[in-house]
């Protein structure tokens, strides 16, 4: 059993930047493929970013060169660089992880595991 935590959250103002942080515990997280995703008040959660076990990304086009995914397999951690955050980027944002580390997708289906979520808030 995985288990994963977000943190790094919180208000900043357009144009800020944050970097989100999302921490496996359980085991390690050899062989899986994280994902992003946010949800806003009133609308459904969507993919934001996700990185596949072998490095390939894959960004929603709202967050495309403005944010970046990464991840330190050594400690366990997935990263979200969050530049030039716009209000509309305000969300809670979830990191998920798929086991098989070959459905790693912007489907929320492929993923066998999810954070509890760390709120993002950005003031105009």
């Known amino acids: 059993q995985v288990q994963l935590k977000e943190s790094g959250g919180g208000l900043v103002q357009a144009g800020d930047s944050l970097k989100l942080s999302c921490a496996a515990s359980g085991r390690t997280f050899s062989g899986y493929g994280m994902g992003w995703f946010r949800q806003a008040p009133g609308k459904e959660r969507e993919s934001v970013a996700t990185?596949?076990?072998?490095?390939?990304?894959y960004y929603s086009d709202s967050v495309k060169g403005r944010f970046t995914i990464s991840r330190d397999t050594a400690k366990n951690i997935v990263y979200l660089q969050m530049n030039s955050l716009k209000p509309e980027d305000t969300a809670v944002y979830y990191c998920?992880?798929?086991?098989?580390?070959?459905?790693?997708?912007?489907?929320?289906?492929?993923?066998?595991?999810w954070g509890q979520g760390t709120q993002v808030t950005v003031s105009s």
């Open positions: 998920a992880a798929d086991a098989t580390g070959w459905r790693t997708s912007s489907d929320e289906r492929s993923y066998d595991y």
């Open positions: 990185i596949r076990w072998g490095g390939t990304t």
